[in-house]
């Protein structure tokens, strides 16, 4: 049989074709894997030395608690699949020929039993290694197995062009014009040469989260939180020992300038796809592998390239080109099903779909808390992304509820991950706190009620509310259709058409029909009530020009007409990634209402920003994206001026406002990631700097930060040494 892509001969029981690493149609790898890794190598005494402290790294090994593996892409490519098991945290074990193959009768039969029974290749490379058929053999085999994505090559001695054998280094990819042409590959690798061991720590690591299939910003996060845990001694101790070991790797280190100068350019270009990616953390070490470890150090050459690339992955000077910079990353381990960020705390809550809830430090992304609410304890028939939600009350309270099986809500410190409070069988809908953050309103139901519960956040304990029977049990899809005002004297919430109104104080409620189509978001201004409603059918993603409305009401005369109505329609656009469509419909939403001379209300509405007027209910600024708007946050506010921050579904982000000059060239403001967003948060951290938090179908298990940096012109552009670069790096792997 031959390869349909590059039309080379293919090796019987071949998953993918040893020449191109095109997977075969129809062709699949085992359910489970016997070992971890195969390890082949040169059987010399220094690269059979290196294969030993794989091995053991890898076996003995124990991944910390709640590492996540990477999803499998949508490429056609191998899938990585985790190997541990339930029931331990170890890796597994590793083949290595010279430990396997005294009980086997046949040598090529065992080794190609051990390869099909590995989930992962690892290469000793020398100079030498390229002259074994053996070790080559081992490679093509693999391939034809299991592709080359899980290759990781480890460096014995020399430089890489030395070392790493040809067929790992190139590979059969079609060019511009669809030809099959060989061309460059570039290997996962690490480095165990013994004039780098001041970081074999990090490379054998670095091999292990490859090995189990996980992200390694996650692995070295979870290490090092592992690793603070012991003793002051130990640590002491750990550090002089790795001190000395770094001075006495420092002086043996020596190699080929030519080399090094490509491995540099090689790496600095790495540093810049993982910046892309809003990988920031392992973007910064990727750039410092690239670097001498000093401008002292004539150990490595100092190349330009990566010079620039740390100085650019680090976000010291705005770039014009990309305002928005990535800031961190933070790994669950279910999906994401909501997030708050609370800027007066510094803390973002996530909540995953294994109910776990997970609080972090916002400035510096360190877990605070983690652990699995009552609520979201029972987890049989239940759609988290539905049935649970988190809210912020306050800076030091953070509510977890369950609408539906047993219902219950929970109040916790995020700041300590203290429980405060709990309430079993209440099916809360929505919960809103005003700005005193000491009392919240909850909004929850019965078979056939719904009720308003004023409730202190701290303590838990109930204020008297109001309770009013309904004919139809109320969508979920109106949960976020429901607000207090400031006296917590009067609470609302739409119910299809109908406004409900509950009147705290007195316990009385009352039904209103307020408008034609389903009301979709409400918001309050003292004794101003604006909503949105619009017809839009739920799932419905082949959409333009929908019809929606907007209009005010005095909420002391709710029979009365409108204030005023502005009868609009928008545009819902489809987000998407490779092989699945994504729909996002950016449903009409009030986002907020700003108060100078006349209020101003910020809404969305698919691709559509308004800025309406309050009293009049004329449009002060309108904007049309080129994409459906996930989330949109007033910012830079001064007197009478604001701009508005941005989060588009196609991964686009903007600041738009006339009336401040470095918004007025829209194009100045906008950064695109190479990702679709269906979630996103924005807000502003202690400093007043736009942040934005957000979610992509892409890595649904993956929470991103990004800052907007504006760029004011050349003169406010900064020259920095490689000394004040490495020192800045340090700093922020430390703190990050």
Not at 80 to 88: D, F, L, S, Y
Not at 172 to 188: N, S, V
Not at 468 to 490: E, G, H, K, W, Y
Not at 512 to 525: C, G, R, W, Y
């Amino acid at each position: 049989m031959d390869c349909p892509s590059c039309h080379s001969k293919l090796p019987d029981g071949a998953v993918s074709c040893p020449r191109c690493g095109k997977p075969l149609p129809d062709r699949g790898e085992p359910a489970d894997f016997t070992y971890a890794a195969f390890i082949s190598y040169r059987h010399l005494p220094r690269d059979t030395e290196v294969a030993q402290q794989v091995q053991k790294a890898i076996e003995t090994y124990h991944l910390p608690r709640g590492v996540v593996a990477e999803q499998p892409d949508d490429s056609g490519g191998s899938a990585a699949r985790p190997i541990r098991p339930k029931t331990r945290s170890t890796l597994g074990k590793c083949f290595r020929d010279e430990d396997e193959l005294a009980a086997s009768p046949s040598l090529p039969d065992s080794i190609q039993k051990a390869l099909a029974q590995s989930r992962s290749l690892i290469v000793v490379c020398s100079p030498e290694t390229q002259e074994s058929i053996w070790v080559q053999r081992e490679i093509e085999t693999f391939i034809a197995l299991h592709g080359r994505e899980r290759i990781i090559c480890v460096l014995a001695a020399d430089s890489p062009e030395e070392s790493i054998p040809p067929i790992l280094k190139t590979r059969m990819m079609p060019d511009a014009a669809g030809i099959m042409r060989e061309m460059p590959a570039e290997p996962l690798a690490a480095d165990l040469r013994p004039e780098s061991k001041d970081k074999h720590k990090t490379e054998l690591l670095r091999i292990i989260a490859a090995v189990a299939g996980c992200n390694y910003d996650d692995l070295r996060r979870r290490e090092r939180s592992r690793r603070h845990k012991r003793t002051a001694l130990a640590f002491a101790t750990a550090t002089l020992i790795a001190t000395i070991t770094g001075l006495l790797a420092f002086q043996l280190h020596q190699t080929s300038e030519a080399a090094l100068v490509a491995e540099s350019k090689s790496l600095a270009a790495q540093a810049l796809d993982q910046y892309a990616y809003g990988e920031h953390l392992q973007a910064i070490e990727t750039a410092v592998r690239a670097l001498p470890t000093s401008e002292n150090d004539q150990s490595r050459p100092l190349v330009p390239e990566a010079q620039a690339a740390l100085e650019k992955v680090l976000g010291l000077n705005p770039d014009p080109n990309q305002p928005w910079v990535p800031l961190y990353l933070l790994d669950t381990e279910g999906d994401i099903v909501s997030f708050v960020y609370n800027h007066e705390g510094n803390w973002i809550a996530i909540l995953d779909s294994t109910g776990a809830l997970s609080t972090y430090d916002a400035r510096t992304s360190s877990l605070v808390a983690s652990g699995v609410p009552e609520p979201f304890e029972n987890k049989k028939q239940v759609n988290p992304q539905q049935d649970w939600f988190i809210s912020s009350l306050s800076p030091s309270a953070l509510l977890a509820a369950n609408r539906t099986t047993t219902g219950g809500i929970v109040a916790y410190d995020p700041l300590s991950g203290k429980r405060l409070w709990g309430r079993d069988s209440t099916y809360a809908l929505a919960a809103n706190s005003t700005v005193d953050a000491s009392k919240f309103a909850l909004l929850a139901y019965g078979t056939t009620s719904l009720a308003t519960l004023i409730i202190k956040a701290e303590t838990g304990e109930l204020a008297p509310g109001a309770e009013t029977r309904i004919a139809q049990f109320p969508r979920f899809m109106n949960s976020d259709t429901f607000c207090v005002n400031d006296s917590l004297s009067t609470a609302y919430f739409a119910l299809e058409n109908s406004l409900v109104t509950f009147d705290l104080k007195t316990g009385a409620c009352q039904q209103t029909v307020v408008s034609e189509m389903p009301i979709l978001s409400i918001q309050l201004s003292e004794d101003i009530l604006v909503l949105t409603a619009s017809s839009f059918a739920e799932g419905e993603t082949d959409s333009n020009h929908i019809p929606f409305s907007v209009c005010a009401l005095n909420v002391n005369a709710l029979d009365e007409e409108p204030l005023w109505t502005l009868h609009d329609t928008y545009s819902a656009t489809v987000s998407t990634k490779p092989g699945e469509p994504t729909p996002f419909n950016g449903i009409p939403q009030i986002r907020s209402i700003l108060h100078y001379d006349q209020g101003v209300a910020i809404l969305t509405a698919g691709k559509k920003l308004l800025a309406v007027d309050l009293e009049s209910g004329d449009v002060a600024y309108s904007h049309e994206s080129n994409s459906s708007i996930v989330d949109a946050s007033p910012c830079f506010e001064d007197e009478n001026r604001y701009a508005i921050s941005l989060v588009l579904s196609n991964g686009q982000f903007n600041i738009v406002s006339p009336l401040f000059e470095i918004t007025s060239n829209s194009d100045g403001c906008i950064t695109d990631i190479p990702y679709a967003i269906t979630g996103a948060t924005l807000g502003q951290d202690e400093y007043g700097n736009v942040i934005a938090f957000f979610c992509t179908p892409d890595k649904p298990n993956r929470l991103f930060c990004y800052m907007y940096k504006p760029y004011y012109g050349e003169d406010f552009i900064e020259d920095f040494s490689l000394d004040e670069l490495l020192s800045y790096a340090h700093e922020a792997l430390e703190y990050l």
